[in-house]
């Protein structure tokens, strides 16, 4: 199959399938320069949000616009964990993943001033797929180190089986 229709929020999307990793051809999903499909995922996800939320918390890749919508829209301030560290980070938190999509291991980077933020809060963390929970469960360690609670997950899309309590608004099929 070379692509998936998914609609979320009255707007619909045919995503092309990629090779990955282990994981063969999955939907690939897109938020970076979509503002239509951003802002109604970003709309449908409002429902989402954990009671009791005080920051989102996610990382910067294809989830960062779904998330300053999505913080937009509901008030609450968010948190972003970068990919690699920048000459400006003070005293950063560095945490390791593994990542099932891809297939290797990645280095995260929370600057300390960032991580801050999110000490005493209860910091929602927002993915865009999410799939084994890798990643998720990597976001969860910085918010503990930084001295806050998670206080939930939430994904536009879940694919594949996590042990994680996430909300999220389809699922994906795990391989196509």
């Known amino acids: 199959m070379d692509s998936l229709m998914v609609t979320i929020g009255g707007v619909s999307r045919t995503l ?14 897109e938020f970076v320069g979509d503002s239509e499909f951003t802002n109604a995922v970003a709309q449908e996800m409002l429902r989402l949000i954990p009671d009791g939320s005080e920051v989102l ?14 913080s937009d829209r509901s008030g609450l301030p968010y948190v972003c964990v970068r990919k690699k560290r920048r000459t400006y980070m003070q005293d950063p938190l560095i945490q390791d993943v593994p990542s099932m999509t891809l297939g290797v291991s990645e280095t995260l980077w929370l600057d300390g001033p960032h991580a801050a933020r999110l000490k005493g809060k209860r910091v929602a963390i927002v993915q865009d797929v999410i799939a084994s929970g ?7 360690r910085f918010v503990e180190r930084a001295g806050g609670s998670v206080s939930g997950y939430l994904a536009a899309f879940r694919q594949g089986e996590t042990t994680l309590p996430v909300q999220y608004l389809q699922e994906l099929p795990r391989s196509l």
Do not use: D, M, S, W
């Open 16 to 29: 092309p399938t990629v090779r990955t990793g282990n994981l063969g051809r999955v939907p690939l999903v």
């Open 134 to 140: 890798g990643t998720a469960q990597a976001l969860t």
């Open 57 to 70: 918390l996610t990382v910067v890749t294809n989830a960062l616009p779904l998330t300053h919508e999505i």
